[in-house]
């Protein structure tokens, strides 16, 4: 029982050192068909967790390195990555993912 407790706190121990540098980037274009799916979605997200997203326009040069990194290919793409800049998850498209999905990665 005891080393089982001791398992659970190092598990809970690590994820809280390594949720601290996981950066969350939303890659979307203003002025396509998705775009209020995913402002309705960025507002819900905001107002369930008082956390935000990184908002990323594929068509600026930031944007448009960030999506040559991942190999973004489709809008919406939600990007999660560690302190590193490695991406640990990815979901494209529509449906978006649920927001507990995206809180998991979100500092």
Same mark, same amino acid.
């Given at each position: 029982?005891?080393?089982?407790?001791? &398992? #659970? #706190? /190092?598990?809970? &121990?690590? %994820?809280?050192?390594?949720?601290?540098?996981?950066?969350?980037?939303?890659?979307?274009?203003? &002025? =396509?068909? %998705?775009? $209020?799916?995913?402002?309705?979605? /960025? $507002?819900?997200? +905001?107002?369930?967790? !008082?956390? *935000?997203?990184?908002?990323?326009?594929?068509? =600026?040069?930031? !944007?448009?390195?960030?999506?040559?990194?991942?190999?973004? @290919? +489709?809008?919406? *793409? @939600?990007? &999660? *990555?560690?302190?590193?800049?490695?991406? #640990? #998850?990815?979901? $494209? !498209? /529509?449906? /978006?993912? *649920?927001? =507990?999905?995206?809180?998991?990665?979100? +500092?």
């Amino acid at each position: 029982m005891c080393v089982l407790l001791a &398992a #659970q #706190q /190092l598990a809970a &121990a690590k %994820h809280r050192w390594y949720a601290k540098g996981v950066k969350t980037y939303v890659i979307y274009k203003d &002025a =396509s068909d %998705h775009a $209020r799916a995913v402002i309705d979605y /960025l $507002r819900d997200f +905001e107002r369930r967790t !008082g956390k *935000t997203l990184n908002i990323v326009d594929p068509e =600026s040069p930031e !944007g448009a390195s960030l999506c040559r990194t991942y190999d973004v @290919v +489709e809008y919406p *793409t @939600v990007v &999660a *990555t560690d302190n590193n800049g490695i991406m #640990q #998850q990815m979901w $494209r !498209g /529509l449906p /978006l993912p *649920t927001i =507990s999905e995206i809180s998991y990665y979100v +500092e």
